[in-house]
């Protein structure tokens, strides 16, 4: 079975401007979630989505945004990006209730100048 | 709130050394316990698990004990390779699964020949 996939692997960007990062998530998974890492803050939970609504949010502007498809893929938007938004975003997925047993991708790793 | 601590890194260890990783959480009920590790360049991936007390969660030779009354889920392995450097993440769930997982800074480990 194929893993998260998640696209693009890496992004630069300047500050202003607004990115969409994409996650596939293990087929017949149900749940996505998508989080923040950076050295600083470790890992913040961003949203997560199940049956194509939000299901949980995290205490994140709302210049991030989030949506799922029918297929339960995911996007995930950040407009006016600022200097702070350079991380690593990592989206997981789980079958249904199971939130903690969840399956990363390999991440995007965004950096804005 | 929910809230995980784990011992800061980083850790250095020499092959075939024994690990301890430390980590204690704060949880309203009786929370799932997860360990989540984070190879160079790649997402996270689960470890092990525990979802009651006195559980073991084990798996590739680490092992940790779900301790209600010390409330911790320290990470164990008896001998450690230069294979098993990486981030290690504590990180709790509801019982049911049904919140977001809350992770602790992660723990990053070095293993030398």
């Known amino acids: 079975k194929a893993g998260v996939t998640q696209t693009p692997r890496y992004l630069i960007k300047t500050r202003g401007q607004q990115v969409t990062l994409s996650c596939s998530p293990i087929?017949?998974?149900?749940?996505v979630s998508w989080y923040q890492q950076t050295p600083g803050q470790g890992l913040q939970f961003l949203f997560e989505?199940?049956?194509?609504?939000?299901?949980n949010k995290g205490n994140f502007p709302g210049r991030f945004s989030g949506r799922q498809f029918s297929n339960s893929r995911s996007e995930m938007n950040v407009s006016t990006l600022e200097l702070g938004d350079s991380a690593l975003y990592l989206c997981?997925?789980?079958?249904?209730?199971?939130?903690?047993?969840?399956?990363f991708g390999p991440g995007t790793r965004l950096t804005v100048t | 709130g929910n809230s995980v601590t784990q011992m800061e890194g980083p850790v250095t260890l020499s092959e075939e050394a024994f690990l301890t990783i430390n980590c204690t959480y704060t949880?309203?009920?009786?929370?799932?316990l997860f360990w989540y590790v984070q190879y160079p360049g790649e997402g996270l991936q689960l470890l092990l698990k525990?979802?009651?007390?006195?559980d073991k969660g084990s798996n590739k030779g680490f092992e940790a004990t779900y301790r209600k009354e010390t409330t911790s889920f320290h990470l164990e392995k008896g001998s450690v390779q230069v294979s098993d450097s990486a981030v290690y993440f504590c990180a709790l769930s509801d019982l049911e699964g049904n919140t977001p997982l809350v992770f602790g800074k992660g723990t990053r480990l070095s293993v030398i020949a």
């Open positions: 087929s017949g998974h149900r749940s």
């Open positions: 525990a979802t009651k007390a006195d």
């Open positions: 997981a997925s789980s079958f249904g209730g199971a939130l903690g047993e969840q399956y």
């Open positions: 989505y199940f049956s194509e609504t939000q299901r």
């Open positions: 949880a309203t009920g009786y929370p799932s």
